[in-house]
T-cell receptor, first 109, second 113 residues
């Protein structure tokens, strides 16, 4: 199984908030990341959070980190159709980065 | 423009042929990575290199080979020994200096005919 776990699908209406959840396993991870992948493209870094932070806000994006529960979430406010994509949670390992399987976000008009 | 380039974007191969996927970066990053992505799945690490002339196997290295003769370049060869090579291949480089982030290229879609 995956070390980093995410639900596979999320569907929201345009204008609503989206919340994508992730659980990770390595409590020593210094950074945790969210990436966005559009169809046929590479992964685009959306945001990251340092492990000593609880929250980070960047325009419409809010990242929450609960280290006790090893839980990371990404909230997208006022979700738009252009936000439809696959979102990957990732944690920094020793030599590489470990990724979840990705959450496919569908935004309905 | 600084970034990571991969070529070609689409690649078709006949069974039994080796093919080489190109990955170049001008970000001055020491470490580079190759991942494979299959539909509905996350990324699986094939090979990585932390420094020129050195590379390590990842989780699914069988049937693949790499070289790292220059800092900027990390080509991946998919050999005929790879049983199921049809997939989307992503190259990344790592920025140790600031947020220890990996940046990705646009990917190469390989299809075996």
């Amino acid at each position: 199984g995956e070390d980093v776990e995410q639900s596979l699908f999320l569907s929201v209406r345009e204008g609503d908030s989206s919340v994508i959840n992730c659980t990770y396993t390595d409590s020593s991870s210094t950074y945790l990341y969210w990436y966005k992948q559009e169809p046929g493209a590479g992964l685009q870094l959306l945001t990251y959070i340092f492990s000593n932070m609880d929250m980070k806000q960047d325009q419409r994006l809010t990242v929450l980190l609960n280290k006790k529960d090893k839980h990371l979430s990404l909230r997208i406010a006022d979700t738009q159709t252009g936000d439809s994509a696959i979102y990957f949670c990732a944690e920094r390992g020793n030599n590489d980065m470990r990724f979840g399987a990705g959450t496919r976000l569908t935004v309905k008009p | 423009d600084g970034g990571i380039t991969q070529s070609p974007k689409y690649l078709f191969r006949k069974e039994g042929q080796n093919v080489t996927l190109s990955c170049e970066q001008n970000l001055n990053h020491d470490a580079m990575y190759w991942y494979r992505q299959d539909p509905g799945q996350g990324l699986r690490l094939i090979y990585y290199s932390q420094i020129v002339n050195d590379f390590q196997k990842g989780d699914i290295a069988e049937g693949y080979s790499v070289s790292r003769e220059k800092k900027e370049s990390f080509p991946l060869t998919v050999t005929s020994a790879q049983k199921n090579p049809t997939a989307f291949y992503l190259c990344a480089s790592r920025d140790y200096a600031s947020t220890d982030t990996q940046y990705f290229g646009p990917g190469t879609r390989l299809t075996v005919l």
